[in-house]
Structures are given as structure tokens and as C-alpha cells.
């Protein structure tokens, strides 16, 4: 036993000893917390934060289509700036997706180039194709 016994009637040494090692314990303490962390950590995804300037989704408030727009700048471990439609928000990671499609300013810079114009409208073209995301 590791705690002290309420009896005032005599007792054998022998049992007032712990019958527990304390390396063993702590062992299999250690290995149930290493495999509690594993069982709640099975279904989670690494977390890729956004780069300041990448291009972005948005689900604006009140709408259902996803919006484009570009990350401006980090705020914290997992809150960004975004600009979308000229107006800056402040979102979670969980609210905006990361596209492969080029932001509003890379399409825009593209455009007033005259050897990148074409490529700019390819581009336009292939996202404006592409179904609007909905949850």
C-alpha cells in the first residue's frame, strides 16, 4: 500500500509495505499516455500553413459561393489576413482553402503585360470552368 492505513488495531509489518515498484509504474504510465496521444492523433492531417500572398477560397459572410482572393499577411499560429473582393478579413486556417488557381493581383499583373495577356485569359477561362465550392 502507498498510503498510510486508518486502523488503530495492530498490523503486520509485511503488509504496511507497498507490494508496487515504482519504475515498473511509471513505465506503464508513460506507455498508456504514449498510447492514448496515438489513438487521439489516428484521423488528424499535418497542418501547411499559407504563404503571404498565395491564393486563397473564402466562403463570404452570408454567401454561399466560395470566394478568391490572397493571403496578406500571418497574425498567428493559425489566423491570417485575407483580402477578398478588395475588403480584409481575419480568418482561422479552417475557414479559407488553398487553390492552385493564380490570386486577383497575379491575374492582374498578368493582364497589363501584353506577352502575358493571353495566358492571363487561358487561366481565367480554365477557373471560371470550374464548379464554386459549397458545404
Not at 499535418?46 to 491564393?55: D, N, Q, R, T
Not at 454561399?64 to 499560429?77: D, H, I, M, N, T
Request: hydrophobic fraction near 30%; charge should be positive; glycine fraction near 6%.
Amino acid at each position: 500500500m502507498g498510503r498510510r492505513t486508518r486502523t488503530l488495531l495492530p498490523t503486520a509489518e509485511k503488509l504496511l509495505q507497498p507490494n508496487s515498484d515504482l519504475k515498473t509504474t511509471a513505465r506503464s504510465l508513460v506507455a498508456r499516455k504514449r498510447l492514448q496521444c496515438k489513438q487521439y492523433n489516428r484521423g488528424t492531417k499535418s497542418f501547411i500553413p499559407l504563404k503571404v500572398g498565395e491564393a486563397i477560397r473564402m466562403e463570404l459572410p452570408g454567401e454561399q459561393k466560395w470566394s478568391a482572393g490572397r493571403c496578406s499577411r500571418l497574425l498567428g499560429r493559425r489566423t491570417y489576413e485575407v483580402q477578398v473582393d478588395g475588403r480584409h478579413f481575419c480568418r482561422n486556417h479552417r475557414q479559407l482553402r488553398s487553390t492552385l488557381e493564380p490570386s486577383p493581383l497575379q491575374i492582374a499583373i498578368m493582364k497589363s503585360h501584353p506577352r502575358m495577356r493571353m495566358k492571363a485569359d487561358h487561366l481565367l477561362y480554365q477557373t471560371s470552368a470550374k464548379p464554386t465550392f459549397s458545404l
